[in-house]
């Protein structure tokens, strides 16, 4: 294993995997290694397909709630912001309005709209491509994969070193790499390393799923939903923008080396 380098002097999507030596592997792990990939891919599609459908689940649950389908027992709108005004006064219901707006833009848009579904993702098609590889004769003399290490503080969630220093281990990484693969593990820098350019952008994003949930909600005034459904869909577009200017100069064009 090479030593880590804390300040590679290329991106992930084109250094060499710190793992990836060079050596001819076994009999064995050539036999062994398809199990392996399929079952890592299995496991981040299953992830990805959590994430995605638990989204799906919360529209659709407070889309038919109060009809005969579902009664959860959650109160109409009407009822809602009743009870939260009386008990809490209007200024301070406005106040608790927009603490959850601040709160859930970046908790709903940065995690769990941008960073977690695209890390799942983008993990679970490197793994699938190593899987694909594997049952390759043409790969059968070489190593598919490698892993390298992040900076401590600079991933998701990750921010103390482990023991020898190193932060996250980025695993599944390519070793033969082509235009497509570097695409992919550019989303996989994407999904895992938190920057400022795609933070700010996504909060618009978490806004616009917090309108799409008072737009369900049941008992909503026609004229709020029309409100909330503008305000959404205005904020859905200006993080598409945000989110694609902040992906472009971050990762550009860049030509995959073989």
């Known amino acids: ?23 001819t592997p076994s009999a064995v792990a050539v036999a062994l290694r398809p199990v392996g990939y399929l079952l890592y891919a299995a496991f981040f599609w299953v992830c990805f397909a ?22 959860s027992g ?10 939260v005004s009386t008990s809490q006064g209007p200024a301070l219901a406005v106040l608790l309005t927009v603490v959850l707006v601040v709160l859930y833009a970046p908790s709903a848009g940065t995690l769990a709209l941008f960073h977690v579904p695209l890390l799942a993702w983008s993990t679970a098609l490197l793994a699938t491509t190593a899987f694909v590889r594997s049952l ?25 070193p482990g023991p020898d220093g190193r932060g996250l281990a980025m695993s599944c990484l390519p070793v033969r790499r082509t235009a497509f693969t570097c695409r ?27 309108a799409g949930v008072v737009f369900v909600y049941p008992g909503v005034p026609t004229g ?7 305000v959404g869909l205005a904020c859905l577009a200006l993080s598409v923008v945000l989110l694609t200017r902040a992906l472009r100069r971050r990762y550009g064009a860049v030509a995959a080396r073989r």
């Open 224 to 230: 709020l939903r029309v409100v909330v459904a503008l």
């Open 136 to 160: 390759d004769p043409a790969y059968r003399a070489e190593k598919l994969t490698g892993t390298s290490w992040a900076r401590p503080s600079d991933t998701l969630m990750f921010h103390v």
């Open 184 to 210: 992919v593990v550019k989303a996989y820098h994407a999904g895992w390393f938190v920057q400022g350019g795609t933070f700010v952008a996504t909060l618009p994003l978490g806004v616009a799923h917090l």
């Open 74 to 83: 959650l109160p109409p709108w009407d009822e809602l912001v009743h009870t």
């Open 1 to 23: 294993m090479k030593p880590w380098d804390p300040n590679p002097s290329q991106p992930l999507w084109l250094a060499a995997p710190q793992t990836a030596d060079g050596t």
């Open 50 to 71: 959590f994430v995605v459908g638990l989204h799906v689940f919360v529209f659709l649950l407070l889309a038919i709630e109060g009809t005969e389908a579902v009664d």
